[in-house]
């Protein structure tokens, strides 16, 4: 019932390649894709590549309480600029949705799946992801920069 490589494989877990030491899972481009997009504000996608270890996971998971510290502590500021680490956090997350979407499936192998003893294969909902993340990346900087100018060269006359 398990995968072709290993019999004691759950068919609703996916594969696990177990060694003596630790249990090693195959890591899904297109999830890991999906998580930057929809939740890596937050690092959701770092927690799960790489685990609770991850710096960069927790930088972008400090993001969101720092940023409504901030804005709770200077009220008399924009709340853009204040929470201006999370929003940032987000832009990244839509970059590194690019970059992880785009990477080749070998290089991703490679990388994240050394010894799972599975390949990736990206399919088209990977490339729905990425369209919407790059739409929607867009349009956040664009949205970003247009509020940024008109709150530091107007005071914020437009809205």
């Not at 502590?73 to 929470?83: E, K, R």
């Not at 909902?125 to 247009?146: Q, S």
Request: with cysteine; charged share 10%.
């Amino acid at each position: 019932m398990g995968c072709a490589a290993h019999a004691d494989c759950l068919p609703t877990w996916g594969c696990i390649a177990k060694t003596s030491f630790m249990i090693i899972t195959h890591k899904n481009k297109t999830l890991t894709a999906f998580l930057a997009a929809i939740s890596g504000g937050i690092g959701m996608h770092r927690f799960y590549l790489y685990g609770r270890k991850d710096l960069f996971g927790w930088l972008h998971a400090a993001s969101l309480p720092v940023s409504a510290l901030l804005i709770a502590l200077f009220s008399h500021i924009q709340p853009l600029f204040a929470g201006m680490l999370f929003v940032l956090s987000v832009l990244c997350a839509f970059l590194e949705t690019l970059c992880i979407g785009l990477t080749s499936d070998e290089q991703w192998d490679a990388r994240h799946n050394p010894a799972s003893g599975r390949k990736s294969g990206s399919h088209w909902i990977l490339a729905l992801i990425l369209i919407l993340a790059l739409g929607i990346g867009a349009m956040a900087v664009i949205a970003l920069l247009a509020r940024s100018f008109d709150l530091l060269f107007t005071g914020g006359a437009y809205g």
